[in-house]
């Protein structure tokens, strides 16, 4: 029984080269009784259940639905990118959908998910942003607009975080500062009790086993974004002596 974890593949449409390989790995890789945990902005842009991202995404989301009859455990996530999806996944008990974090036991160890959007607690404009984007009179908003809409809203928006996430990623010191930041928050849920810490959001890959000032260790792993591949990873062994953390690419 294996753990696989994904994140920030930012799929953008049905014919990219991506969306295929993710849909061979969901076909391909989690056999019956795994898990696997989807961490946020697995979408470039999927906001509610509009039909207009059904139907682009469809094969996606069949795929997930037949990981279900397997049957294989879904947790997935939301990020900045894909969210209000409750209804635009197939209402099933072998999948669950939370917008901000999942606690996972497996083998005697815990998983912590969270996609990290909220970890740069200075960033307050996009904090009000996001409690526009999740409240209830934008769902109203969201369900009376065309799909065509969303998207041309989602698509200015992207491009604002990716200008953002882009700054972060030329400018060394903006670097440095979002890692350390996702470097303390993974800390600070790791002396909480939490073995492996799994993070998305800020596109910097990462791998480190941490020990907090009470002498908690724990593992935190961020899989970065690869244009072309899906960057994934393999929690497997049977106790948490033998634990198995493998990183690899399905391409
Ligand atoms: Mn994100």
Known sequence: MSVYYVSDLHLISASQEKTKLFIKFLQAIPIPNDTLILGG?????????????????HEVLSAIKELANKPVKVFYLEGNHDFHLKNALPRNEQI???????SIPFNGVKIYVEHGDLIDSKDYRYRFLRFILRSIPFKVLLFLIPGRLVRKIGDWLSKKSRKYTDGINEKNNRTNHTRKLFRDFAKTKISEGMDIVLLGHSHLEDNLELETENGAKGTYINLGFSDSAIPYLRLGGNSRNNLEIIRQRFS
């Open 41 to 57: 902005d697995i979408f470039d842009l999927f906001v509610g259940n509009k039909k207009l991202f059904l139907e682009e995404f």
């Open 96 to 102: 669950v959908v939370d917008e901000e974090r999942f």
